[in-house]
């Protein structure tokens, strides 16, 4: 199909360059709305590996996992040198990535159909459904880049296969290398490859026999060479982690194939742009099923009959692959059965389907030029109708978060910076993109070190008065009530701010009581239940525990013997667990028969891991709880269930009970006791000696080789 009497000039002009425009209109747009104004937590780290590479710093994986390259990274560090590092500058790296997908699906298109097809490959993709366009903008590490690769693999097979290259040598090489770095950056790219080394195979076997094998494995070790150094120095954790993710390729495949098909890809082109959010609902259902049955449902066709033609090519012994077409929806079907045996596919999630948008969108470019070939008019109707659609889940987006504050970050920096905090600690979705969008003026670590163990580090051993505990009203992790309520069990002050959605803490005051800890030999234990137990809670051993069944009423209580000025409880759950109460109160007494309630807590607001540390509060992973008071004076101690949990079977546990005294002098440690800890501290840091290696919290992170780092 072929418009006659055209330019050369022209043709390149409305079939490439005027959708890379429209392009990246769409997506500034896009980028200016409240919610994609800045960077969010993944994209952030992202962001933060960029500005460390400009600093000199190598990076080769995303930080804190054992998949994904740093390859993303560079391509940011790039444009931050050129433009300046910030949010909007981060966006436009997946920008320009996409504009070359374009690229590529034009020159796909082309191939397979003509200009015609390449042409509406290319407007489609300018004017896409909604998720390509949020997918545009979130530099989340590597799977746009890997997707990208894949592209420009199966554009280069097409044209090696079917086409006669001057150099095809050169063309392997090349092929290898962009697949390589694909592999490097995220392993989405090896569908892509797997439907590249199939499609040669069958469609010009005598290839396997020359060089071009051999060039374009060159080219892929050495585009993919950062990955298997890292996987050198990790003990190849890439492949242990997805070792058993997948969920097998005959358990109900016709099941998971029809949940990618349904979820992953139809729904997105109607409206679904991430998991669980979508404009669909505001979509008129008649509009959705209209694009659906005139567009989308015919595309798919198209792969269906190319496989029944497949067969038919077999059965009279020629071979199935007579076209770059053939090799489009071999790629395409091998996507979806790879999706179909994985976790994230079989779930219908939407976080990596961009891989189906490359070779959906030639089999639409395809539909549309069946129509065209069939009447002018009515093929640009249709395109016309399909895009408006497109503009209009824009707008459904657009008007959904209109509202929205816009860069709320940026006054969080100010209202920092002005109280002089330049260290934070904050959950992981908030802690990224302070330290990123601050360009690193603000150090703010997540409370485990999951992506940068360094940062932590930084945190911990920063000026307390120059510290800050930040929380967000909707992320959580945990919410501003329940570390409000926390920090006032723990006693002592601090200022409380609120900027937009975030809430934080600053210019903290430990208790000013000087506290001795009581010796537990001589305590005499009492329990609803488990009584032969309570012991346990005073042996100074961990792994051993006061365990029951939550249940309204259940207590342990602890007559001290004589009266003491008591100032601080506090307690360790488990060695396994969170296993706290479901809301408790803490009561003290002088003689059983009147007792006074010291604190409340619902379970809500229980906080285990806060506690004080060089002059400002720090949230561990070790499941204790304090609460600090005013001294007064009591012999017993009552700690009592409140409620009864919906699961009977979920369990109270306390390892460890500590009860502390007002004390005239501070208690210090025994010289060799201090000086063990230190040891122990010291050898215990080896743990994170690749500080942005993959993180023991993170599930089947490398854990042997961190255990391994200790003596």
Known sequence: MHFKNRSLRVQILLGLITPILIHFLLQWIMGRSPILAESFYDEAVTGEMGLHILKGEPQLFFWGQPYMGALEA????????????????????????????????????????????????????????????????????GHVEACAAGAFVLFSICWLAFKHSRNPGTLAFLIGLIAGLGWWSSLLSVPFLLAGAIGLSL???????????????????????????????HNFSTFDFFEGHGVGIFNQLPTRIYSVLRFSLFQSLLGDWWDGHSVLPSVPSFLAWAVFILIYLPA????????????????????????????VVATFWILVLA?????????GSLRYSLSLYVPFTILVALWLGKIFQFRRAIGSAVLVGLLCFNIFLHFLFLDEFKTWPYRPIDNLIKSLKDRGIRYAYADNRISQ??????????????YFGRRNYNYLKAVDSAPAGEVAIVTHEVLGGPYPEAMASTLRLLGG?????????????????????????????????????????????????????????KRAGDYLSVDLGRPKRLARISFLSGPFGFDLPSGFKLEISLNQKKWELISEVSANDMLPGLYWYQGHPRLDQTPRFQISFAPRLARFVRLTNLTTPEDRNEPWSIAELF???????????YGKALEAYHQAQRTLDHWMDDPTGPHHLFPVANLETRRKQVD
């Open 74 to 141: 560079y391509l940011s560090a790039f444009l931050f040198y050129l433009f300046g590092a910030s949010g909007f500058v981060l966006h436009m790296t997946d920008v320009c990535i996409l504009a070359f997908m374009l690229f590529l699906v034009n020159r796909i298109g082309t191939l397979v159909g003509g200009w015609v097809v390449g042409f509406l490959a290319a407007t489609y993709w300018a004017l896409a459904p909604l998720y390509l366009s949020i997918v545009g903008q979130l530099a989340t590490g």
């Open 203 to 233: 469609a010009r076997p005598p290839l396997l026999l020359s060089r071009i094998p051999w060039m374009g494995i060159a080219g892929f070790l050495l585009g993919s060479s950062p990955f298997w150094l890292w996987q050198y120095l």
């Open 300 to 327: 798919f066709s198209i792969s269906l009959i190319a496989i029944f033609q497949w067969l038919r090519r077999i059965i009279s012994l020629r071979n199935p692959f007579q076209g770059p077409k053939d090799l």
């Open 339 to 347: 999706f179909s045996t994985s976790e994230q596919g079989a779930n």
């Open 433 to 446: 993109v302070l330290t990123f969008e601050s360009q690193g003026k603000i150090i703010c670590a997540d």
């Open 493 to 549: 002050t601090a200022e409380q701010v609120k900027v937009g959605p975030y809430v934080f803490w600053y210019d903290f005051k430990e208790p000013a009581t000087n506290l001795k800890p009581l010796p537990p030999q001589d305590w005499r234990i009492t329990a609803s239940q488990e009584q032969d137990q309570v012991e346990l809670i005073k042996d100074r051993d961990i792994l051993t525990s006061w365990k029951i069944l």
């Open 659 to 669: 009860i502390y005294e007002a004390s005239e002098t501070p208690t210090r440690p």
